[in-house]
């Protein structure tokens, strides 16, 4: 009787086992394995706008989680929109989403990745801040204080 007790109770414990939650039926297995992103932000500034309507944004994104996560968009109170681009083989190109890979980082730097916004309400000038809210796919908002520079401002530290 006592085998049969511990065989039912193993079976009960693989069937529950093979039994998968939201995170597997959606193919994303970081939630099974613990891994989560942990997402923060450097070297975040904007050089002051030539133009009254447009200027460009540059930080870093670091991912120093075990699961990758998407920037999916980007608002800001001080633009009429935000836009992620790629800059690859110098074209430039407007992204929807761009990937945050796990224990790595998203760039966006002066001649790369930036991010431009269009229809400025007011237009930055140095020593001033522009607030940013960054939308992820997994991790939610971050919100991000970008220091306005001189417009030819480039890091010391670089991105």
Same mark, same amino acid.
């Given at each position: 009787?006592? =085998?049969?007790?511990?065989? !039912?109770? +193993? %079976?009960? %414990?693989?069937? +529950? %086992?093979?039994?998968? /939650?939201?995170?597997? =039926? #959606?193919? &994303?297995? *970081?939630? =099974?394995? !613990?891994?989560?992103?942990?997402?923060?932000?450097? #070297?975040?500034?904007?050089?002051?706008?030539?133009? &009254? $309507?447009?200027?460009? /944004?540059? +930080?870093?994104?670091?991912?120093?989680? !075990? =699961?990758?996560?998407?920037? %999916? *968009?980007? $608002?800001?109170?001080?633009? /009429? *929109?935000?836009?992620?681009?790629? $800059?690859?083989?110098?074209?430039?190109?407007?992204? &929807?989403?761009?990937?945050?890979?796990?224990?790595?980082? +998203?760039?966006?730097? #002066?001649?790369? &990745?930036?991010?431009?916004?269009?229809?400025?309400?007011?237009?930055?000038?140095?020593?001033? #801040?522009?607030?940013?809210?960054?939308?992820?796919?997994? *991790? /939610?908002?971050?919100?991000?204080?970008?220091?306005?520079?001189?417009?030819?401002?480039?890091?010391? $530290?670089?991105?």
């Amino acid at each position: 009787m006592t =085998a049969a007790l511990t065989a !039912g109770a +193993l %079976t009960g %414990t693989l069937l +529950l %086992t093979g039994c998968g /939650g939201p995170a597997s =039926a #959606s193919g &994303d297995d *970081s939630s =099974a394995s !613990g891994a989560k992103a942990d997402l923060s932000v450097s #070297s975040a500034y904007m050089p002051q706008p030539v133009s &009254d $309507t447009m200027a460009a /944004g540059f +930080l870093t994104i670091v991912n120093d989680g !075990g =699961a990758d996560d998407e920037l %999916t *968009s980007v $608002t800001s109170d001080a633009a /009429g *929109s935000v836009t992620m681009h790629r $800059t690859v083989g110098g074209a430039m190109r407007e992204a &929807d989403r761009l990937t945050v890979p796990a224990h790595g980082r +998203l760039v966006f730097r #002066s001649g790369g &990745d930036h991010l431009m916004f269009d229809g400025m309400k007011r237009k930055p000038v140095e020593g001033q #801040s522009v607030d940013v809210e960054l939308h992820f796919a997994r *991790s /939610g908002e971050l919100k991000v204080e970008m220091p306005v520079k001189p417009a030819t401002y480039n890091p010391a $530290t670089g991105h």
